[in-house]
């Protein structure tokens, strides 16, 4: 299916001097799938998409390819670059993705009409679906509904969008405006309440190490069962909350790695805190409250 319930947006795993980790990307795909990822998104910015080559990238698709088998690959070609950002697309289509991510132009704020455009040459340049990646706080730009409305009802292949900017009330213009699009959840702490509202799903980061708590959220949620569903939420909230206690995707690395699922180090700019106090605790609630009778269980090879 191309529009699964719970996408994860893969970290990039790398060795330990800061090379890309085939092999790790390999079987940390393949491993996510098991593990209730119904679609992944590979070189996005829970990916570090800022610090790959264009080699790289396809290298990564490739490993995660041979991972995920059949499941829905995403590419993330954003870019506050037009031509940079149709290059990319063009090359992702060429490689065999089934769909592209792309975030809204960051740093340089264009208008609605701006967007409008930069989205409309992306999409007039592939016949991937593409979804629509709105992040106000990471971009400083925000692409509001009416546009994405507009964006919609010009090219028939932008057909879903995440949306990040922490509103349940944007998730709900969303669903009142777009109609026929797929609206997913980019905040994981949302992912519940936007369920509830009406989105298709989530497009997560928490579903590295909750996986399959999250799907069976989800599942209890479409089949009615909302206490259940509910009762999941409450608890992995706390895990939702503190995977981003820093800037996305320093927290969620350091405790895949003392999880076991290792995925080596961040490229510069971004480090690891010194004082991992916060951190420290996430590691002994998940141990001990989500997964108390899993030890082992999240090993990769």
């Not at 001097?17 to 491993?31: F, G, H, I, K």
């Not at 997560?204 to 209890?220: F, K, W, Y």
């Not at 700019?269 to 106090?277: A, M, Q, R, S």
Request: charged letters at 20%.
């Amino acid at each position: 299916m191309l529009w699964p319930r719970i996408m994860t947006a893969m970290v990039t795993p790398f060795t330990d001097n800061q090379e890309l980790d085939e092999r790790r990307a390999e079987n940390l795909a393949a491993w996510l799938v098991r593990h209730g990822s119904g679609g992944l998104v590979i070189a996005g910015t829970t990916g570090e998409s800022p610090t790959l080559t264009e080699y790289e990238r396809e290298i990564l698709y490739h490993a995660a390819r041979r991972g995920a088998g059949d499941v829905p690959i995403f590419v993330g070609t954003g870019s506050n670059d037009t031509r940079h950002a149709v290059a990319m697309a063009k090359a992702a289509e060429r490689w065999g993705a089934d769909g592209l991510l792309v975030v809204t132009p960051y740093y340089n704020k264009p208008s609605a009409d701006g967007l409008l455009a930069h989205y409309r040459a992306i999409a007039d340049s592939v016949q991937l679906p593409i979804m629509v990646y709105n992040v106000p706080g990471r971009t400083g730009v925000n692409m509001d509904p009416r546009t994405v409305q507009r964006l919609n009802q010009a090219c028939p292949n932008v057909q879903a969008i995440k949306e990040a900017g922490g509103q349940l009330e944007t998730i709900e213009r969303l669903l009142e405006d777009c109609p026929s699009m797929f609206i997913y959840s980019g905040d994981d702490l949302l992912f519940y309440p936007s369920l509830a509202v009406g989105a298709y799903g989530v497009v997560s980061v928490a579903s590295h190490i909750v996986g399959e708590e999250m799907a069976t959220m989800c599942q209890a949620f479409l089949e009615g069962h909302i206490d259940r569903a509910r009762e999941l939420h409450r608890l992995l909230r706390p895990v939702f909350r503190d995977l981003f206690a820093w800037p996305n995707p320093i927290p969620l690395k350091w405790i895949m790695n003392a999880l076991g699922i290792s995925v080596g180090p961040l490229r510069l700019p971004l480090v690891f805190p010194e004082n991992t106090e916060a951190l420290d605790r996430l590691y002994q609630y998940i141990t001990q409250v989500v997964r108390p009778d899993r030890a082992g269980s999240y090993a990769l090879v």
